[in-house]
């Protein structure tokens, strides 16, 4: 029997990292070994995950690698922090499945990079919805009809990053399908919505809608421990959920 895929966790109390961590915690095959965030380090982590656990949030992420030596780290923190600790997790010989959003495109390459040099598995997904990766595919066969296509993304008034990451990701492959490129992208930031993608087709005549909607930070989860299980049989970074997803 094989043992369980070993997982620390930053950004463990955020609003995705905590619904993600709750899945992580109830996952079979999967062991949450550690827990890693700012604010919050020193509480107990099933305050935030809601599920029991011994497991105690703390602060420095490359001490909770170096003594739990986790097979991954998941990462659902900030812009300014996740690419550093993708790098630290690969130089530590941890696969980094990295959700968070707005790195930048070097920070981006220097992952791809480091995971080719060391042929490790590292994932930064935009979106971990398996929703999203359907609407991705659907969108392509689209764009094989109607070209000219425009995103319009809405997401709570705190989200950092503008436009969101999974729009610049809808856009590009709208693009690699034959859409007319530029294609366009419209963002709302208002209290009251989780996140919304919607693709708007124009043809002649009519239009064709496509629309996701995430109602709760729990849709990430199923996503993020398909991309822990898959990581480990990778030796390279993967961008889109759908290369993990098959
Ligand atoms: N890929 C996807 O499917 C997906 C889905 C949803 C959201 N996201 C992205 O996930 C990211 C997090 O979003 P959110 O709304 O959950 O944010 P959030 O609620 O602000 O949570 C941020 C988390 O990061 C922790 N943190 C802050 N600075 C840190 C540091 N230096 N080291 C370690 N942990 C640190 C915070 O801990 P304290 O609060 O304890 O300080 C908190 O746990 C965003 O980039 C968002 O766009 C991605």
Redesign the pocket.
């Known amino acids: 029997m094989s043992s369980a895929v070993r997982v620390v966790v930053?950004?463990?109390?955020?609003?995705?990292?905590s619904a993600v961590t709750r899945g992580l915690l109830t996952a079979e095959g999967i062991e949450v070994v550690g827990a890693?965030?700012?604010?919050?380090a020193g509480e107990p982590l099933s305050a935030h995950a809601g599920v029991p656990t011994e497991i105690r949030v703390e602060g420095d992420?490359r001490a909770c690698l170096e003594r739990e030596q986790p097979d991954v780290l998941v990462d659902?923190?900030?812009?300014s922090?996740a690419g550093s600790n993708a790098l630290l997790a690969l130089d530590l010989g941890v696969r980094p499945v990295v959700?968070?959003?707005?790195l930048a495109d070097e920070e981006l390459e220097a992952i791809r990079l480091r995971a080719q040099e060391l042929r490790l598995g590292a994932a930064v997904?935009?979106?971990?919805?398996f929703g999203i990766l359907l609407l991705g595919r659907f969108a392509r066969e689209a764009a094989r009809f109607f070209p000219k296509v425009e995103v319009v993304e809405l997401h709570h008034d705190t989200?950092?990053?503008v436009p969101s990451?999974t729009a610049l990701h809808l856009s590009e492959a709208l693009a690699a399908a034959g859409a007319r490129s530029p294609v366009p992208i419209h963002s709302v930031r208002l209290p009251g919505f989780v996140a919304r993608h919607t693709l708007i087709f124009g043809g002649t005549g009519e239009t064709l809608t496509l629309t996701h909607d995430s109602s709760s930070?729990d849709s990430?989860a199923p996503g993020v421990i398909l991309a822990v299980r898959r990581i480990l049989h990778v030796d390279h970074a993967v961008f889109d959920l759908a290369e993990l997803a098959g």
Do not use: E, M, Q
């Open positions: 930053a950004g463990a109390t955020g609003r995705t990292g890693v965030a700012l604010r919050h992420l659902f923190t900030l812009p922090v959700g968070t959003t707005g997904i935009p979106n971990f919805s989200k950092l990053d990451g930070r990430f």
